[in-house]
């Protein structure tokens, strides 16, 4: 640790412990101010976090924390193209996916810009063929169908978004994901469609992704015994950036969107792996969603640290994974649209920073989390009563779709009352097993309306804040090499199990699983 990291990390470790003792509901009472100064807005979103264990010498420590770790300086490399991914060697510029495009980005003396616009454009173009019904299978039929077949973040992004999005709907195609190797979740899929009027999108970074080609190989098996003899190609769109492991699986060059090695596989969801999204959507939707997240984007690049958002939100994260022991961040969105949220979240934020760094600090939190109020009526009793500290982040949009108004508010009151009855917990004395402490702190993300505006500015934020975690524990957000030990292990497996070649090295429970499985 650099000395002035280290000073500001004993100072913070102090504070927390004199914290202990404060109640989150007198902060409140001391200072009659506390929600306007530690609550913030940008654009479509405001932040009340005034429902943390925070005051103004905390926040400044944290801040000091952050600018001895040159957090300013990071910010700067990640949106100008630096080589953030320092053990990849290469940038991390899903940033630039959502930038103005008709300006300019260097990255190794190539202007990126102009490459992001051409395959925009050509998914653009394709989606509007979806729309408009002229893009045909090979017996002229409509494409009624669109099975995305893609796993982590060829897939949470999109099926997230879409979902998220689905009252701005713009056709009438349907949408599947196929993401598991477990043969049921394709077979189900291929029941609800029509071979001749089907359309599979690859989508996989690698192209290398054992779970994609296994899925892909048996959408390419079933077209083929229905189709049979025509030419199935035209069944296929591939989204890579390895467009010569495409070809070599039989894809049409002009079938191939692109993407690029500098936008990690979470971070793909703005590139043309969003394809499932934009066909919902439709393009202008989809240029509003990139329009939010550039807006975010703009804040993070430009706001000071003490007044920008992204950092905040991981400053608070810090504050109580490493002073406070937090493990968990639980994550709840009061909003059903919103219900694979934490599922993506859990990739974004656990995949990126899930590390251990050199000096052994505390690195990501396990994300969970589930829809309100539904998650009220299954895990809350422990955030309320359990023994475990879990910080919290409520997300709400203070305007519904739907005509029903009156629940709307309903499901509002709810999100506040649970934010409120964890910090404040029971006043009444009452018996042990009713005893509800309180003071368990909470963030508040309240959306304007869940537009596709503000779901961009939303999964920006969260992009953004574990960025700058990363930096303040020293970690490389941008690679997974600890993902990459189960793969090569599960290709060993795979011998094992076909031809019960058993290596005598592996461990007695392996071995004896093999064994009853091949029985
Ligand atoms: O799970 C590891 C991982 O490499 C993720 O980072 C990635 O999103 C996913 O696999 C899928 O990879 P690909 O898009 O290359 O198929």
Known sequence: MNHAREKYWQMLEKAAHLMQTCRLSDLFTHDSQRVNKYSICVDKIYLDYSKNFLNDDILALLINLADSCDLSLAIKQLLSGACVNSTESKPALH???????????????????????????????????LHQGTYLGTTKSKITDVVNIGIGGSDLGPVMAV????????????LHFVSNIDPEMITSVLQECTPSST?????????????????????????????????????????????????????????????????????SIWSTIGLPLAISIGTSHFESFL????????????????QNMPVLLALIGIWYINFWQAKTLAVLPYSTRLRHFADYLQQLDMESNGKTPRVGTATGPIVWGQVGTNGQHAFFQLLHQGTHFIPVDFIA????????????????????????????????????HEYMPGNKPSNMLLLEQLTPTALGQLLALYEHKVF???????????????????KKLAHTLIAGLESGAIDSKMDPSTQSLIEKIRA
């Open 95 to 129: 940033a630039a996916l959502r930038q103005d495009l008709d300006s300019s980005l260097q990255v190794n003396d190539v202007d990126i810009l102009p490459l992001v616009k051409a395959q925009k454009e050509k998914m653009f173009h394709l989606v509007s063929q």
């Open 163 to 174: 979902e998220a999005l689905k009252e701005y709907r713009q056709t009438s195609i349907k």
């Open 199 to 267: 359309l599979f999108i690859l989508s996989s970074k690698s192209f290398t992704t054992p779970e994609t080609l296994a899925n892909a190989q048996v959408a390419k098996k079933w077209l083929e015994d229905k189709l049979s003899p025509t030419d199935i190609n035209k069944h296929f769109i591939a989204v890579t950036a390895n467009p010569e492991k495409a070809q070599t699986f039989g894809i049409l060059p002009e079938n191939i969107l692109q993407f690029w090695d500098w936008v990690g596989g979470r971070y």
């Open 291 to 306: 329009l939010g997240a550039r807006k975010m984007d703009e804040h993070f690049a430009n706001a000071p640290l003490r």
């Open 397 to 432: 949009a203070k305007l519904s779709h739907t005509p029903f108004k009156d629940q709307h508010l309903h499901l509002l009151a709810n999100c506040l009352a649970q934010a409120r009855a964890l910090m404040q917990g029971s006043e009444e004395k009452r018996e042990l």
């Open 468 to 486: 700058v975690q990363g930096i303040i524990w020293g970690i490389n957000s941008f690679d997974q090499p600890g993902v990459e030990l189960g």
